[in-house]
């Protein structure tokens, strides 16, 4: 297994790209649908999983189903952030056109990817984290040190408390591969990050 960290945009969003035994799964395209595409040269990507719907992660989303026709997974709560105009840096879309399967908490199969999806709310209403073994990728949730911020559009500060609760409960063997920033895992964070 190999865990490919590419930070992409203004905002340095971090995109990963899953790999295992041949196939790699996506997460947060975006931007540079093309520098994603060449992390992808030596494996079949299967789908694309969105940990929530905000326009730095989203922007090459089109691009990569453009060019291998595969799946795109988020939580129908962030429906909403596709449909808002907001200003945006020039090059971002606010938006992307192919449609999605919508993400439930619970165990979730893309190939041969067996993961589990965790809804958490706060940083937006569609937030999730996905686990696939060790791995946690926490989106824009929970970072090194700091969570993410609220007082974004659909975000909200109470549901955020419920969601740090719940990510105390995890297994905190964890490695954490967040939205932006360096990894991090849920053992130290739960000893030092403030907001836990």
Avoid at 46 to 51: A, C, N, P
Avoid at 188 to 195: A, D, I, K, M, S
Wanted: include cysteine; proline fraction near 6%.
């Amino acid at each position: 297994m190999d865990v490919v960290r590419t930070p992409q945009g203004l905002y340095k969003t971090n995109c990963y790209i899953l790999k295992e035994n041949g196939y790699a799964l996506i997460i947060d395209p975006g931007f540079h649908g093309q520098r994603i595409m060449k992390e992808l040269q030596d494996v079949t990507p299967v789908g694309i999983v969105l940990t929530h719907g905000h326009a730095d992660h989203i922007c090459a989303v089109d691009t990569l189903v453009e060019s291998y026709h595969i799946p795109v997974y988020m939580h129908a709560k962030d429906e909403e952030l596709l449909l808002v105009k907001r200003r945006m840096p020039s090059g971002y879309k606010e938006r992307f056109t192919s449609p999605y399967v919508a993400l439930e908490e619970g165990p979730l199969q893309i190939e041969p990817f067996s993961l589990h999806v965790w809804e958490v709310p706060g940083h937006s209403a569609g937030s999730v984290c996905i686990g696939y073994k060790h791995i946690l990728f926490t989106g824009d949730t929970l970072f090194k040190g700091t969570i993410g911020k609220v007082n974004t559009y659909n975000g909200d500060s109470k549901a955020m408390e419920k969601t740090l609760q719940k990510i105390m409960t995890l297994d905190p063997s964890y490695v954490i591969y967040p939205g932006h920033g360096s990894s991090t895992t849920l053992r130290y964070e739960l000893g030092t990050n403030p907001y836990l």
